[in-house]
């Protein structure tokens, strides 16, 4: 695993908890969050 991949789980990990109690996530919101990290992951390359 590289660095920045660890550096990228962890901020994703905080984003998670921020936003779990605001609100649960919908089928439509989930998609959205998927295709926004793999472009991240995609520019991290």
């Avoid at 991949?5 to 989930?30: A, G, H, S, V, Y």
């Avoid at 998927?34 to 995609?42: D, F, K």
């Amino acid at each position: 695993m590289k660095p920045f991949e660890e550096e990228f789980l962890k901020e994703q990990k905080i984003d998670d908890k921020k936003k779990q109690p605001q609100k649960k996530m919908t089928k439509k919101d989930r998609p959205k969050l998927i295709e926004g990290s793999e472009v991240r992951c995609i520019d991290g390359m």
